[in-house]
């Protein structure tokens, strides 16, 4: 056995010893987390892994040109895995391992695409590099030493591949020259020159770099932000089968602890999503906390959390006490409690992950910990969880005064067992001035369908949703009690909302307290009820440009895009303008995750910021789903001092005004 064998076959050893040891000393941190069933369906998870791991779906389909490279990336990475492989076997065992040792289609063919994804790697690196360097993104941390030392690497590698092959090539060494362009373009037209004993240590000198430079890789791995090259896979293949569109119910018992104060109570799933995120920014690029100038950053929430796991998770193993705080404000693993109240739960930023990190089920388990565990909350939600324990609706307003708007028209109560569909008002549709216009133009709308509906009245109940995505699961859980049991008992079969929390609530969250049944919003009820001849529509003239704003909850949530769109076009004539930002991509509104019964700071307001979006399409009516949409466009209009002829309308008035 030669000595360079024997060297090498040491630093093998020594390598990958190293690397196993990083892998399993930070990977068995992620059995502290809780249960989580993530392999039911086999066949559905590694469907998803081959459509978005593989596939790369989410990466080239946001940011064309930079998703591509990323892309180009993985492909180039996965394809280079095997001559990497066989680079490393060969060094072990070169007289028993190598590609020349194969049949020459076989080995040309191999060394062609070899030389050929080399140079895609290679390029692909040169475009990253220059984006970090001359137009980064503003929503990561482009120059990173980090993100240097990955693309160095990288770029090392294909060198000393071509630079070995190229220097074989020139000293005659290579029977597929004609197959490897690249290297031998490198052989022939710039090393050629030199002398045979200058080739000669060319290629024992390329061979180490690549060698060192190979290993040196697998071993800072482990420990750079390019660990999800080892975890992004099977994060992917872990993915919720269903829209994360719920919270996991909390299980209440004398004496123990409610949400996630420490890192050991969060899932294991949620532990491993921490060391799957590549760290891209999207999160950051869409979320409009961020966006609107505010200190939350979805991207840093996961880094800290995988920081800290990393500082306590071999102490909280052992039974110890964890040294770092969970939720506090210490410079690096820890999420402050700001962080946590500004997220508005909109999901923008799990919508966009290209390997679907769950980020709002982490900062709502984080927060139930704040509110059941600590009792700390802003000041103004005080009042709210106050008014919903004790009056079952936001502004603590006595029940009797629910089912008040009734009186204004006709309006039929449901009856046990005879009435077909339910309307669900809500507290928003049912107290709200302005938005009570769009409960009486829902309520015209239904008769002039001449359906069997009916509401509920002052028996109606707040639904619970700002409660549970503030973190009182406590006080939501009983609600919810009480609503199924109530909806059981008078055989409700079918409900329909108005506002998208409520339908997301009773469709989403409710499954979790046995109660399946057929929820409808509005739009999709009434634009069935088109389909079936019981609704006819004359466009109604008046309405100008109009712009439509996706609501976070019913689109993102729950997927309900196309039916506003078709029924605006129904009732206008003409197909909705869309902002920039609109369907899996729409800014929030600023309302949700608690947020329209919280104060905002005045110059980094979201309602603000999505107003501004809507303006750039010079629009004379902005058209919305949800009555919490209709509140915060409207402010966010007077706000901006541009509420002259720009009507807000939600999608049922203007229904209202096109019904024949």
Same mark, same amino acid.
């Given at each position: ?256 602890? %409610? ?214 699961? %406590? ?186």
């Amino acid at each position: 056995m030669s000595s360079q064998v024997l060297l090498f076959s040491a630093l093998f050893a020594i390598a990958v010893g190293f690397f196993l040891l990083s892998c399993y000393l930070r990977f068995s941190l992620v059995t502290i987390g809780k249960p989580d069933n993530r392999f039911n369906e086999l066949g559905q998870r590694f469907s998803n892994m081959l459509l978005y791991a593989f596939g790369q779906k989410r990466v080239v389909t946001r940011s064309y040109l930079f998703g591509l490279n990323h892309a180009v990336f993985f492909w180039c990475f996965l394809i280079l895995l095997i001559a990497n492989t066989e680079f490393l076997l060969h060094g072990l065992f070169p007289a028993s391992v190598s590609l020349s040792l194969l049949p020459d289609i076989l080995y040309f063919t191999l060394t062609f695409i070899f030389d050929i994804v080399s140079f895609f790697a290679l390029v692909a690196v040169l475009i990253a590099l220059g984006r970090r360097l001359f137009v980064p993104p503003k929503y990561i941390d482009a120059r990173t030493y980090d993100a240097f030392v990955i693309l160095g690497l990288v770029a090392t590698l294909m060198l000393a591949f071509f630079t070995l092959h190229g220097s074989e090539i020139a000293l005659g060494e290579e029977r597929a020259a004609l197959y490897m362009p690249v290297s031998a373009f490198m052989g022939n037209f710039i090393l050629a020159r030199l002398p045979g004993g200058t080739l000669t240590a060319l290629v024992t000198a390329a061979w180490w770099v690549h060698a060192v430079a190979l290993l040196g890789f697998l071993d800072y791995l482990p420990y750079s932000k390019h660990m999800h090259i080892l975890t992004s896979i099977p994060n992917c293949f872990f993915k919720s089968l269903e829209k994360v569109n719920t919270q996991p119910r909390e299980e209440f018992h004398k004496g123990s602890a %409610y949400g996630v104060g420490r890192v050991d109570q969060f899932r294991w799933k949620d532990l491993f999503d921490s060391f799957s995120c590549t760290e891209c920014g999207r999160c950051n690029d869409n979320c409009p906390a961020t966006r609107s100038g505010k200190s939350l950053n979805p991207r840093l929430v996961i880094h800290n959390i995988k920081e800290n796991l990393l500082h306590n998770g071999r102490q909280i193993g052992k039974g110890l006490e964890p040294a770092l705080p969970l939720i506090g404000t210490c410079r690096e693993g820890c999420v402050t409690e700001t962080d946590l109240w500004e997220c508005t739960t909109c999901g923008a930023c799990m919508e966009v992950c290209p390997v679907f990190i769950e980020h709002v089920p982490k900062i709502v388990g984080m927060r139930r910990n704040l509110v059941e565990m600590k009792s700390t909350f802003p000041g103004e939600v005080q009042s709210l969880f106050e008014n919903m324990e004790n009056r079952s609706n936001p502004w603590g307003i006595i029940p009797a005064e629910r089912g008040k708007w009734v009186t204004e028209t006709d309006v039929p109560p449901f009856e046990k067992n005879q009435t077909e569909c339910l309307f669900y008002v809500g507290c928003t549709g049912a107290f709200d001035t302005r938005n009570k216009r769009n409960t009486l133009a829902l309520t015209n709308i239904f008769n002039n369908a001449g359906i069997s509906w009916g509401v509920l009245g002052k028996e109606e109940k707040c639904c619970g949703d700002s409660l549970r995505r503030l973190g009182n699961e %406590y006080v939501f859980e009983q609600m919810a009690k009480e609503n199924a049991a109530l909806f059981q008992d008078l055989g409700v079969k079918k409900i329909v909302t108005q506002c998208p929390h409520c339908y997301n609530t009773l469709k989403n969250d409710y499954r979790q307290f046995g109660l399946n049944l057929d929820v409808s919003h509005y739009s999709e009820f009434i634009l069935d009820l088109i389909k079936a001849g019981k609704i006819k529509l004359k466009a109604s003239a008046g309405l100008g440009r109009v712009v439509y704003h996706d609501s976070c909850y019913l689109g993102r949530y729950n997927g309900v895009y196309d039916q506003p769109r078709e029924l605006i076009k129904l009732s206008s004539g003409h197909t909705p303008l869309e902002m920039e930002r609109h369907r899996q991509r729409s800014f929030c509104c600023g309302a949700g995750g608690g947020h329209m019964w919280m104060e905002e700071n005045a110059d980094t307001r979201i309602n603000m910021e999505r107003v501004r979006q809507a303006l750039q399409q010079k629009p004379d009516t902005i058209c919305v789903c949800c009555p919490y949409c209709v509140t915060m466009i409207e402010d966010g209009l007077t706000d901006l001092k541009v509420t002259d002829n720009i009507a807000v309308l939600d999608l049922s008035e203007v229904i209202q005004r096109a019904l024949v």
